[in-house]
């Protein structure tokens, strides 16, 4: 086959015919070139057969051929050689530098990877968090004082409370604690539920208050908008304290120097005014001494001063001595040392820090200008000063009675009276028909009728005519007798032991607080 003698020669591959032309090299040999390729592929084929027919491959003569190939070729030699140093240089420098690119990538991507939190290597197991609300804001409670005329629903509504709901609470405190029983100063705590944070008002939720130092009244809303009262009774602490002092002017102004609380020194005058005289009997140096108890709460603090155990007057060298008693069928009593009560039938003066001004007899009037019989004693007192009713009785008249003024009569018995008059007021309820009771208030000094100023004018009647009160023998009230005299006479020891131990230990002044 001559050189220049091209022959086409299909060969059978896996999956299609490739058609490849050929030049015979030598005799041994055939250069082939593929029409579907770009790249020369010199072969070494060894002649099996015809042209057109199959070729096998020649491993042995393919080193030869390629030789001869290169050496008759340099230009194409070169061009390998050149592509083979690039493809090693290209080789060298991924495996050189592809570690350093690969660590420094982007920062952005190290610092993705560096904040995503490292996952435990153990199996998490615990529940997943649950969401909580945050919590309710708290209640707001505001304080509100009782002044005059203030009524619990006008004091609720200034709070903030609707009139509804505080119709409602009121109502399901009166079996507890009546509305009417509110005193003027008495300090009641509403307390309101805000429907968000820095609201300062929101729904009435009840209201509390202390009625008393041992007492105290909450009333809450519960959950069907209906209210509950709840009343409790704090544990005050009881200490004996002992009071005296020597009297210079009067026994308030010696009382009072010596600390004597007011209240205390109001029952000590109610517990002698049966059978002292404190406007002729009381004398310069005479004394007193008393014993009453101090309460406390349980962090200390005062709370209030408590009943009087025991009480003496000293009038010109003679003591009056007074003991507290409770009996279960009478409750409690004063006595003294034989067991007599100091509760007489009637008290000669209803009416506490008064100055006598007008003695009973005859006298020029200061407002008729003539002399004529004055048929009762009259006391000075501040007006408003209350007045308590003499003695146990009822009421046989209340009301305005000519130069009286506001007048009140009250029978005690078949035998024994007592009159009231120019009064500024009545107490409320005492009326005509009413029970009242030996030192309940009845009304209050004023100067109705006529009169220069405000005073009590006093009057006992014996069986319907006015008598002197100053000079009128009272019957004595009751006497302990048999085994009632005994139990009294040991609560006088007991007491007199307490009042012993408190001698040279307890400073004759002390403070109301």
Known sequence: MASTKATRLFRKTTRSYEDFSYKKLDSKGFFLTSESRSSILPLALTKTGDVGKDYEINSESVEYSGLNFLKSNKSVAVQIVGIATVALLLVFGLTTYAPETQATKSPAATQTKKSQPALPATLVTSPAPIFQLPPPPPEIIKTVKAGAGDTFMKLLVKAGADRSSAHTAIGAMRKTYHPRYLKRGQKIAVKLQPISWGVKTGEFIGYHFDPTVEESIKVSRLENGKFSVRKTKRILNRKDIRISGSIRSSLYVAASKVGMAASTLADLIRLLSWDVDFQRDIQKNDKFNVMVERLHRKNGDFARWGKILYAE??????????????????????????????QKALMKTPINGARLSSRYGRRRHPILGYTRMHRGVDFAAPRGTPIYAAGNGTVTYAGRKGGYGNYIR?????????????LKGFKRGVRKG????????????????????????????????????????????????????????????????????LNGTTNTRVTSR
């Open 313 to 342: 007057l000293i009038l010109s060298g003679k003591p009056i001595k007074l003991y507290r008693y409770e009996s279960k069928n009478h409750g409690v009593e004063y006595f003294d040392e034989k067991g007599r009560s100091a």
């Open 410 to 422: 009250i029978r005690h018995n078949g035998r024994y009276a007592t009159a009231y008059a120019h």
């Open 434 to 501: 009413r029970r009242v009771t030996q030192g309940q208030v009845i009304g209050y000094v004023g100067s109705t009728g006529r009169s220069t100023g405000p005073h009590l004018h006093y009057e006992v009647h014996v069986n319907g005519r006015q008598a002197n009160p100053l000079r009128l023998r009272l019957p004595s009230g009751r006497k302990l007798k048999g085994k009632e005299l005994k139990r009294f006479a040991k609560t006088r020891a007991v007491l007199d032991g307490r009042l012993a131990s």
